[in-house]
Each structure stands twice: as C-alpha cells, then as structure tokens.
C-alpha cells in the first residue's frame, strides 16, 4: 500500500524537503465554480432574496449547494485518476508581489482537501435542504440562505485555499458566517450577546494564526503555499536544520497555530463560545458548530503535518489538550438538560478526540473521525431540530419523553447516530474512534513513546459519550412524555426534514466501512486515498512516526472500548428509559453534580479573570483618559486656552480709530528703529 | 548733540564760498520735516476733536512734501517736484472727503468728538 509513496519519499528526499512529495498540479476549471457558486447564491439571496419568492430563494440557496457538490464530485473523481501527489490546481491572480514573496490567489483540491470538499458540500446540501423546512415561517428567509452560502463559500474557500494567506480569508470568513448566523434572532440580546462572545473568542485564535503566519514567513522561501518548494515545507526544512533555536522556533509557531485551532475547533482553553453558539438556529448548530468549521482546526492542523510533527513538544501539547478536552466537555455533557447544550459539549468532546489523534501523529484517524463524526453529529443536531420543531422549540430534555411513536424517522436516525457517536460496532463512529484510541495509545513519534495520558482520558471521554448520548436519547424518545400535551398531540414530521435525516442516519451507520481496521481487513480505503498526504509520516517510509500494527494490541483497544461503550448504553438505559413518575430524581444538591451543570464555573473564572478587570481597564480608559484627559483637556482645555486669549485680545478692538492708528505708528518706528 | 547736527553745522561753516542756494544742508531740511511729521502725528494721535485731526493730517503731508522738495533739491531732479504735486492734489481731494464726513458725522451725532465715534467695535 505504501509502495508508491515509498519511491515518491525517497524522491523528496533528494530534494531535502520533510514533507510529503510535491506533486504536480493539473489545472481544473470547474474547481474555481465549486467555490464561486455559493457565494453567487449568497450575493443573489442576499441582495434580491426581499423581492424573490420563496420558491426561487431555495432554489438558488439548496441548488448553488448542490451543484457545488456535483461540480467537486467530478472533480475528485479526475483527482483519482491522478498518480499519487498530484493535485487540481486553479492559477488565479497574483495578489500581491514583493520581490521576496509572492502570493497568489489560487485554490488547489489535494487528497486530504477532497474528503473535506466532500464532507463540507454533501453534508451542506443536506442541511440546506432541511432548513427549506425549519426556517420556513421565519422571516428572515432569504437572509438565512444568503448567510448559508456565504458561509459554504467561505468554508470551500478554506479548504481549498492554495496557501495559508488564502485559507486564512476563508478562516475569517467562516468565523464572520458564525456570527452572523448565531445571533440571527439578534433581536433576542442574549442571541445577539452569544454572537459576539464566538466572534470575540474566535478572534484570539485568529491573531495568533496571524502570527503565527507572519514568523512563517521570515523561514519560507518566497510563498506560504501547502504543496510547492518554496513554501511551508521548506520553512520545516530551514529550521530544522537550524539547531537548538530553530527548534524553539518552530515550536512557537506550531503552539500559535494550535491556539488558532482551539478558537475555531473549540478546544480548552477557548471551547467557551461554542455551547452558547447553540443560540442559533438548529441547522446552523448542524452545518456550521458540529459538522464543517468547527472542524477546521482540524483541518489546518492535518494541512500543516510537516510543521506540527517536526515539533514533538508541540505535538505533546496538542495531545494533551485534545484529551483533556475531550473528557473535560464530556463530563459536562452528562448533566446537561438542554437538548442542544448535550449535543454542543459532545461537539467539544468530539473535536477533542480529532485534536488528540493529531497529538498523536494519527492525521488519517483525525480526518476519519472529523468525515464520521460529520456524519452522525449532522444527524444528531437535525434530528434535535426536528424535536424542537415538532415541539413548538421546546429544548428541555426534562419536558420531552415518548416522542419515539410521534417522529419515528427522527427516532431511528437519532437512535443509529447515538449508536455511532458511542463506538458500538460496526457503525461510523466505532472505526474512527478505535482507530484514534489504539494510535494514541501504540504510537511513537521519534524522540518520545506512546501518548498514555492522551489515551487514557479519551478511553474515559468515550465512556462518558455513551453514557450521555443514551441519556439524551432515553430522555427524548423513551419513556413517557412529560410536557404540554396539547404539543405532544400535533408533533409531526416533514418530509424536507426526515429525507436529510435518512441520509445522514445511513452515512453515519456505514460511513465508517472506508477506514476497517487492519485487523479485520488489509485495505483502509481511506488511508491508502490520503497517503499522499500523510504516507511519508510512517516510520516505514523514512518518516517520524512508528505507527504499530500490532494486532493483539489493537484487539484490546477494541474489545475495551466496545464493552465501555455498551456500559454506557446500558446504564443509560437502565436509568432512563422509564416512565416520568420513575425517572432518577438527580443528585442536585451533591457538589459534583452542581460542579458538572455550571460547566466548572469556567464562565464565571473567565468573567473574573479576563472580563471584569478589561471591564476595568475600559471604565478607567472611558472615565479618566476619554472623559477626563482627552475630553478635559484637550478638547475642553484647547477650546477655553482659545477663549481666555479671544477676551482677552478683544479688549484692543475698542473701536477708537486713534488707538489702532497709535498702535501702528509705534509699530512702524519700532520696527524703523530695528532696522536702522 | 548729534553727530549729525555738528555735521551740518561744518556744512554751515564750510559752504561760504558755495552758492547761496545750496547753502542749506540737506540735513537741516529733515530735521525740519521730521519734527512736523511728528507735530502732525502728536495730533492726529492725541487730539480729540475731528477737525484738530484733519489738519494734524495736512501737517503730516507738508512735512512729508518737504522732504520730497529737499531731496529733490539735493539731487537736481524734478522727481519730487511730481510727487508733491500730486500729494497737494490728494491733500485738496482728502481735506474735502474729510470735511464732508465730519460734517455728516456732525449732524447723525451732534459730535465731532472721536472718542465718540467707536462703530468699528465689534
């Protein structure tokens, strides 16, 4: 499997570059519409959408989507015809040229960007064509579309973006798209207010992207492109090669673009924004905060290999963040009681394990579970729409109950998707967790041994998921219903909801058959189509990372982690799934449980922290330099200066001609006399 | 007193044998024009009534015109000649200007107190 790359590896290595073997790019016009169409939508919904009829807003909102997915379908499909390395690339414009550095706006579909295209298009169309339903009665139809696509197109424009200056317009463009849909409802302050807090915390992640960027850019050799000589790859090369000071170097850089991926992929410390971004709407929280840009971190971490692997420091931070995170918002997640908050800390959760497979050294395992866990996660999140909706938005899991008779296709989806997240086999979410759990516990990147803490704390993590998910799915669809039931009796389905539901129920039950295990079958489809990417990693092919195939080992991993995840669903179940007079009553008042409902006071340490003493400082700048010294006495103080001397000079305008005449003669002999 | 002064008192002394015409020093014709430009000023500065003023002024330009004259002399040309022609007619033109106006002035006000007269305040 790894024959091909071997040779390729063996070529890069001629040319000194640690990296994976640069290709050659084919150019593909159809790409450039893959990213156009969206924000064409966006642009005509955005500007016409008032005048349009509905009809026509979803046509152009669903069908710029759709065709989007087609056109990079096709072209993903040309991709493979390619030899391994190669890439689709569209030359667009140079943007800017200094004679050191050239960057140009180009856009480029590689074997990692094309599972993400994929992803990102199809779950999109999907949850474009479920939103014609949910925000039918709202009046801001067209808005919400044109916001849809300009967020598709900023998302498409993030992945495929040649180089890191274009992805980073794309990055910011997904996270304006955030803002802009969480506080849709901006009339609701608290909406509004949980916009701004995404934004504000997004920004500290973006301005260390920035940095981060521009000390890449002392190392490149003329661009930040992903895939040519001159860019980040030779960079790794320069600074390798640099000594005890290179090295520090390149694990400041690789932590700055970590702290730019725990803003965007909510991970500790800055995960704050993306529970309260559930303020949204439901297909948003979908698409947006569980499937595509909370994953891009993700993303730009697996895009950046070379860089972060060539840092072991950077790599072991990233591990145990990501693990940390992963139990962190899990065990929150276990006594949530809002149906979106569960989902939102389980998103967190999620992200956590994609990090930590990247702290690990297992980008394919990450990619995978980001690809699974879009899957299920998408589903899971439209399927809770589809409970508010039925429900009049109605979110509290205490007021539902029963409803597994009233939406029965949200029932079976939501059910399979539990089933996913938890790792029960053999659905989506088993393969890619496993595969994450055995490599962060087998793996060595050279120059340190296997990852335990990064284990241990997603074993536990995985538990937690199960146990939670059940709960959520006991609590809403067993047992009793326990709310209004004059709204029990009209819940009701629609179809433009239960048909992307259906589809993504089917994704996440076999969507994780492209990446079996090597234990039960040789070919991980999907690690032999991202070998071009990530092939030259492997010890096996001269690269960093021993990755262990024992099988004995992975055996283990598995049974471990299929029998917590059964625990989970059972206990869950045991507890649960009853009726509402036989439900657990909650160990409110004990100091864990009420730890757990207010998040570990996280919110309240920022407040305290971070939020009250810039609260302070904008008071003191307001009260003291605003009002006070620019106001005072500057403006104030410049205005009286001027006046005090205008009464004073307009005592000499008395209006007595011999007095002007007198001050002139005196003048003019004064100055004679100087002048003789 | 002056250097000056003691300068054209040698002149004086020394200008026996010159003709009788060009016995006076150029020097002596300032002085004498300095002291009536500053008499002229005094008033015009000094005195309150509008009149006094207006012939303060006629004093100025006298003084000024002799020294046009003086100069004009010590030089042998006519260029002073010219000017001072044409400050009397200005002078005439002005004495006439003037007088209208403080005879208006006269009547709006029943005045021809300067001190009066502050319409250019503010």
Known sequence: ?676 | MLPFLAEAATAVASSTTSTPVHSIPLQWFLIVSVALFAVGSAGVLARRNALTVLMSVEIMLNAVNLAFLAFAREWGNMHGHVVTFFVIAVAAAEAAIGLALVLGIFRHKKSINLDEMNALKN
């Open chain 1, 1 to 676: 499997m790894f024959l091909a790359s071997e040779t390729a590896h063996a070529a890069a290595h001629v040319k000194g570059l640690l990296g994976p073997t640069i290709g050659e790019g084919h150019s593909a016009d159809l790409l450039a519409w893959v990213v156009l169409l969206p924000l064409i939508g966006a642009f005509i919904n955005g500007v016409f959408g008032k005048k349009l009829a509905r009809s026509t807003v979803t046509t152009i909102g669903v069908g710029s989507v759709l065709l989007a997915f087609c056109f990079a379908a096709y072209e993903v499909i040309r991709l493979a015809g390619l030899p391994d390395g190669d890439y689709l690339v569209v030359n667009g414009w140079t943007w800017f040229d200094t004679h050191e550095l050239n960057i140009s706006f180009s856009l480029m579909l590689d074997h990692l960007s094309s599972v993400m295209v994929l992803v990102v298009t199809g779950v999109g169309t999907l949850i474009h064509v479920f939103s014609t339903a949910y925000m039918r009665e709202d009046e801001g139809y067209h808005k919400f579309f044109s916001y849809l696509n300009l967020f598709m197109f900023s998302m498409l424009l993030l992945i495929l973006g040649k180089n890191l200056v274009v992805l980073f317009v794309g990055w910011e463009g997904v996270g304006l798209c955030s803002y802009l849909l969480i506080g849709f409802w901006y009339k609701d302050m608290e909406k509004a207010i949980a916009g701004q807090k995404a934004f504000i915390a997004n920004r500290v992640g973006d301005l260390a992207f920035l940095i981060a960027t521009f000390i890449l850019l002392f190392y490149t050799h003329g661009s930040v492109d992903f895939v040519s000589e001159g860019g980040v790859q030779s960079a790794v090369t320069h600074l390798q090669g640099a000594g005890s000071g290179g090295d520090m170097t390149l694990l400041v850089i690789c932590v700055l673009f970590f702290v730019a991926a725990c803003g965007k992929s909510a991970q500790i410390p800055l995960y704050v924004w993306l529970p309260d971004a559930m303020a949204g709407p439901t297909p948003v929280s979908a698409l947006i905060h569980a499937a595509t840009m909370v994953t891009a971190g993700v993303y730009m971490m697996a895009r950046m290999n070379p860089l972060f692997v060539a840092s072991p420091t950077a790599m072991t931070i990233v591990a145990v963040v990501g693990g940390t995170t992963a139990l962190f918002a899990a065990t929150i997640a276990l006594v949530q009681n809002d149906i979106k908050k569960v989902l939102a800390y389980s998103t967190v959760s999620q992200i956590g394990f994609m990090v930590l497979a990247v702290g690990v050294g297992n980008f394919t395992g990450a990619i995978f579970h980001l690809m699974t866990h879009a899957f299920f996660k998408a589903c899971l999140f439209l399927g809770s729409g589809s409970v508010i909706h039925a429900l009049h938005h109605e979110q509290d899991i205490r007021q539902m109950g029963g409803l597994r008779k009233k939406l029965p296709i949200t029932n079976i989806t939501f059910f399979v998707s539990c089933l996913a997240i938890s790792g029960i086999p053999f659905f989506a979410g088993f393969f890619s967790k496993d595969e994450i759990l055995f490599n962060a516990l087998t793996n060595e990147i050279s120059g340190g041994g296997p990852n335990f803490y990064a284990g241990i704390t997603g074993f536990i993590a995985a538990a937690c998921t199960a146990f939670y998910m059940f709960r959520l799915y006991y609590l809403t669809f067993g047992g009793t219903y326990r709310g209004d039931p004059h709204v029990y009796d009209h819940a009701h389905e629609e179809t433009a909801m239960t048909f992307p539901l259906a589809f993504l129920g089917v994704l996440a039950a076999v969507g994780g058959f492209v990446g079996i295990p090597h234990l039960i079958h040789d070919a991980h489809l999907l690690e032999a189509w991202l070998s071009p990417n990530f092939g030259w990693l492997a010890a096996t092919n001269g690269g960093p990372i021993h990755y262990s195939h024992d099988m004995v080992a992975e055996l283990i991993v598995i049974g471990a982690s299929v029998a917590i995840g059964i625990a989970g669903m059972l206990i869950a179940r045991s507890m649960y799934n009853r009726s509402a007079d036989r439900l657990p009553v909650a160990p409110v008042d004990a100091g864990w449980h009420r730890v757990l409902t207010n998040k570990y006071y996280v919110d309240e340490f920022y407040d305290l922290i971070f939020v009250r003493p810039l609260r302070g400082i904008a008071q003191f700048s307001y009260k003291v330099i605003d009002v006070g010294i620019i106001d005072g006495i500057f403006v104030r103080g410049s205005a009286m200066v001027v006046g005090l001397v205008g009464a004073g000079l307009r005592k000499l305008q008395n209006g007595d001609v011999q007095a002007y005449v007198t001050v002139v003669v005196v003048g003019l002999a004064t100055a004679l006399l100087f002048a003789a």
